[in-house]
Nanobody, 122 residues
Framework: VQLVESGGGLVQPGGSLRLSCAAS????????MGWFRQAPGKARDFVAA????????RYADSVRDRFTISRDRAKNTVYLQMNSLKPEDTAVYYC????????????????WGQGTQVTVSS
């Protein structure tokens, strides 16, 4: 199982980025996906999650109405569209997968990517 994130970078406040997470090795099972982030010196926090079907989504309050999670099952890829970015969104963003329903808890996820850095600064 391998999850590979991409799309991070440096963006000015108010700008947008789209993160991608390409999954391999999970195609034989139904799995939910999540995005988490970790700022320096802080715990890893939930950002967004999506069910296997893509119908059900969940968001942290801090990103609701700014971020959108989606998935393309044909491409085995999950996306995180991030709009109206703020300096406090600066963190390493991780993609995660689990073979059951979507969860907001770090401990519930079985598979993790290596992370991609997002920096919001002027």
């Amino acid at each position: 199982v391998q999850l590979v994130e991409s799309g991070g970078g440096l963006v000015q406040p108010g700008g947008s980025l789209r993160l991608s997470c390409a999954a391999s090795g999970l195609t034989s099972s139904r799995y939910a996906m999540g995005w988490f982030r970790q700022a320096p010196g802080k715990a890893r926090d939930f950002v967004a999650a999506i069910s296997w079907s893509g119908i059900s989504t969940r968001y942290a309050d801090s990103v609701r109405d700014r971020f959108t999670i989606s998935r393309d099952r044909a491409k085995n890829t999950v996306y995180l569209q991030m709009n109206s970015l703020k300096p406090e969104d600066t963190a390493v963003y991780y993609c995660a997968g689990r073979r059951t329903i979507a969860s907001t808890e770090v401990r519930d996820y079985e598979y993790w990517g290596q992370g991609t850095q997002v920096t919001v600064s002027s």
